[in-house]
């Protein structure tokens, strides 16, 4: 298998998450609210887009503005959503105050990449004393996106110790292991959450990964016919068990 498919396949698979969605105040207009509620439940993110470019246009607003960002953010689009965050970040001075933000120009260079920026931002923010979950667990997954894996290890047990989701700190306590090709070690993480009843599908995928790798094909064709993932499971399996360890940059989820 070429290396460019075994990326477009992994790219699909080793999944760091990122946990919570930035969530401003809504103190816009209500009839923005009601349409953003409709939208949001189908995952309209283009109509939600043109809802908030639309506000925009008519008044500037911070909330606004801010909101217009997530959405390009959850979109896919981080330039879009770098673009119209980055005046709201040169006029930030107070880091407490305006953490949202940051989260939200944090989230976006992870996507982009921009993993070194995006540990300054962090440990500036850190070293201010404002620390929680999604701190630490942005922190981590850009230490690990840089091959500092005992440091992103230690960044989830932070984060973890903060209350961050279970689902969240185990998944990318398994991609760290698996990155280290100690595919048993992440699916003792995987399985116990998945067995739980957790369908995160990033959770199911990275486990349907590791188990292929350590050759229970039996039980990955299970899961994968069971979550309805592809009409074809053998087909994915063998693509899957072709796949040597990549030296792959992982990214952040949205």
């Known amino acids: 298998m070429s290396q460019k498919m075994n990326r477009i396949i992994l790219s699909t698979i080793l999944i760091l998450l990122t946990g919570c969605a930035v969530s401003p105040k809504k ?5 923005a609210i009601k349409q953003e509620s409709v939208l949001i439940k189908s995952k309209n993110y283009p109509g939600l887009i043109a809802l908030y470019r639309n ?15 997530e959405f390009y953010y959850l979109s896919g689009d981080n330039d879009s959503s770098l673009y119209y965050l980055e005046p709201l970040i040169s006029k930030s001075h107070d880091l407490k105050k305006d953490e949202k933000i940051h989260l939200l120009h944090v989230k ?4 982009k990449d921009r993993n070194e920026e995006a540990q ?6 850190l070293k201010n004393n404002i620390k929680s979950a999604e701190w630490f667990n942005l922190y981590g997954i850009s230490l690990a996106n840089t091959g500092s894996f005992l440091k992103a290890e230690n960044a989830f047990k932070q984060s973890r110790d903060l209350f961050i989701s279970d689902s969240t700190v185990l998944n990318n306590f398994a991609v760290l292991a698996i990155l280290k090709n100690d595919y048993k070690k992440a699916i003792s993480f995987l399985l116990p959450e998945y067995l739980n009843g957790n369908k995160d599908p990033k959770l199911i995928h990275n486990l349907i990964f590791c188990l292929v790798q350590i050759k229970d094909n039996s039980y990955a064709k299970k899961i994968i ?13 063998k693509a899957l068990s072709q796949i040597s360890q990549p030296n792959l940059s992982i990214k952040g989820k949205k």
Do not use: A
């Open 108 to 111: 976006n260079l992870i996507k």
């Open 225 to 237: 016919e069971m979550e309805k993932i592809s009409d074809y499971p053998d087909k994915l399996i």
């Open 27 to 31: 103190d816009y207009q209500p009839d």
């Open 120 to 125: 300054i931002i962090i440990e500036n923010i």
């Open 55 to 69: 506000l925009l246009q008519k008044k500037e607003d911070s909330t606004v503005r801010l909101k217009l960002s």
